[in-house]
């Protein structure tokens, strides 16, 4: 595992906890001294996503993550908040075969909205392929107005 702050690869794992079906695991980096949590689960979706054309892909949680990651970066959000975020999501899809990527897009929308608006429109800027700065600032509006 590589440290978040300076990338060193020697990390200690300081406390291993498990709930929810996930060990939450504090770290320490070896190099800079700085700590960091990080999460381990067992994978158990056999979902699938259909795309907006009828193209179908596996569920991807690391999909999801990664587009919350990118827009919470530099925000308020933290690890924390993106895990819960990813993991609001399963629970959205759990127990399905097939999901929407609207439906998935459209549930991380609405968890930014509740967490932080910058990350929420960063979000919806690249899911809703803004094309101006009018979208930008209907989003805005729609945001403040609910």
Not at 38 to 60: C, L, Q, S
């Amino acid at each position: 595992m590589h440290c978040i702050y300076c990338n060193d690869g020697k990390t200690q794992v300081v406390d291993s906890r498990e709930s929810e079906g996930k060990v939450r695991r504090r770290r320490e980096c070896s190099e800079c001294g700085e700590r960091f949590t990080t999460y381990e689960r067992a994978e158990d979706f056999d979902i699938k996503v259909v795309k907006e054309k009828g193209k179908m892909e596996d569920f991807n949680e690391d999909k999801v993550r990664e587009g919350v990651e990118k827009a919470a970066k530099k925000t308020s959000l933290t690890e924390e908040d993106v895990e819960e975020v990813v993991e609001s999501v399963k629970n959205t899809v759990r127990g399905k075969n097939e999901v929407r990527s609207e439906e998935i897009g459209n549930k991380i929308k609405e968890e930014l909205s509740t967490r932080d608006e910058v990350a929420y429109i960063r979000f919806a800027s690249v899911y809703d392929s803004f094309k101006d700065a009018e979208s930008f600032k209907k989003e805005v509006e729609n945001l403040q107005s609910s």
